[in-house]
C-alpha cells in the first residue's frame, strides 16, 4: 500500500502563485510516473500534468507555461508550481502515483483563485 500526502492548497488572488506538494510513503518499490489532476466544480475531473521517474512532463494545454511539475525521487515527493493563477484554475487538486503494480489516488486539496 501506498499512501499520499498532499499540501500546498489554499485562497490565493489572480496572478498569484501556489506550489502544492505530494508525498508517498508506505510499500514503495516502483514508481515510475507521478502526476497532478484537478476536478473544477460541477465538473469532470481533468489531468493537469505528469512527471516520470526519468523526468519527462506532460502537461495539459490549459496549463502550459504558467504551471510546473517537478519530482524529488529520494523524497518521493511531486511538485506542482502554479503561476499566473486564474480563476478557472480553482478546483480540488488530486495527486497520482503510478507504480509497477498500480495506481494511488490522494484526497486532494483545494486550490481557490479569487480577488
Known amino acids: 500500500q501506498v499512501q499520499l500526502a498532499e499540501s500546498g492548497g489554499g485562497l490565493v488572488q489572480p496572478g498569484g502563485s501556489l506550489r502544492l506538494s505530494c508525498a508517498a510513503s508506505g510499500s514503495i518499490f516502483s514508481i515510475y510516473a507521478m502526476g497532478w489532476y484537478r476536478q473544477p466544480p460541477g465538473q469532470q475531473r481533468e489531468l493537469v500534468a505528469t512527471?516520470?521517474?526519468?523526468?519527462?512532463?506532460n502537461y495539459a494545454d490549459s496549463v502550459k507555461g504558467r504551471f510546473i511539475i517537478s519530482r524529488d525521487n529520494a523524497k518521493n515527493t511531486v511538485y506542482l508550481q502554479m503561476n499566473s493563477l486564474k480563476p478557472e484554475d480553482t478546483a480540488v487538486y488530486f495527486c497520482k502515483t503510478y507504480t509497477a503494480r498500480t495506481f494511488y489516488w490522494g484526497q486532494g486539496t483545494q486550490v481557490t483563485v479569487s480577488a
Open positions: 512527471i516520470t521517474s526519468g523526468g519527462i512532463t
